[in-house]
């Protein structure tokens, strides 16, 4: 595992997206995996400050709300079309999130598993971690092997993401995310973390026992993991 830490979430989004530039410059067809959240948004700045053409690159969502109407503003759809897709110039055509207002939302995240595969799997798959060690939606108690399916949020994360929405009961009560199985098998994991708030997390997720209690700690399964933190993130690691 490599560890980056810069002095701050826009060094750090600096950093992430030179990795991705790198990846990209040498596989203009790369397939990422795209987290959404905030610790991600200065990536994706960082990255469209490459000016690369990026039209031939594919992209896979982490995640999505269950039960927000289409075209909602805070639905994972409208903010990766607004803050990845259209920013960095991505083919929309290329780009797929999961169908959070799909009838049969079951069968909509078997298909969208089964589509991360028929297009070769993903080479860098972006992450982001919650404050009590999600990744994507996987909440605390999902299996390390769990596949894309429907989860129900934890109240913690309904909490923190309760900051997008006029009230904190318009929060959705369920999502569509890739299981820690799915981004297992993504060939690179990068994993960016910025704020005090996640320090304590990250450094259990990097140094504490591997188990489904903290999702993020099967990130020390991966053979190739980067991490890129800002030194407040980063402050308890040793
Ligand atoms: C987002 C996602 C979540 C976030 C995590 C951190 O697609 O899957 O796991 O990465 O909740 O969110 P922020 O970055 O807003 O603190």
């Known amino acids: 595992m490599e560890i980056f830490v810069s002095p701050d979430a826009a060094a750090a989004g600096a950093v992430a997206a030179g990795i991705l530039a790198a990846v990209i410059r040498r ?12 610790s ?5 700045r960082a990255l469209a400050g490459h000016e690369m053409d990026m039209s031939g690159v594919r992209a896979f969502a982490l995640d999505e709300y269950v039960g927000l109407p289409a075209g909602h503003p805070q639905s994972y759809a409208a903010v990766v079309a607004h803050e990845i897709t259209e920013r960095l110039g991505l083919d929309p055509a290329k780009v797929a999130v ?11 995240a078997r298909e969208y598993d089964a589509a991360i595969g028929a297009a070769g799997g993903i080479d860098v798959q972006i992450l982001g971690i919650g404050h009590n060690g999600h990744l994507a939606f996987n909440e605390p108690g999902s299996d390390l092997d769990s596949r894309t399916r429907v989860e129900v949020l934890a109240a913690r994360t ?5 900051r997008y929405f006029s009230s904190p009961d318009d929060v959705p009560e369920r999502c569509i995310t890739q299981g820690l199985g799915t981004i ?13 708030d996640k320090a304590a997390v990250l450094h259990e997720a990097l140094n504490g026992p591997v188990t489904s209690q903290c999702p993020a700690s099967v990130l020390q399964l991966h053979p190739h993991v980067t991490v890129v933190a800002d030194a407040a993130a980063a402050s308890l690691l040793s």
């Open 40 to 44: 991600p948004l200065p990536v994706y």
């Open 98 to 108: 999961p169908d959070g207002a799909a009838a049969d939302p079951e069968q909509a």
């Open 27 to 38: 596989k203009p067809d790369a397939v990422l995996g795209v987290a959404t959240g905030g």
């Open 184 to 196: 297992m098998e993504a060939r690179q994991l990068l994993l960016v973390v910025a704020g005090a």
């Open 158 to 162: 309904r909490q923190a993401n309760a």
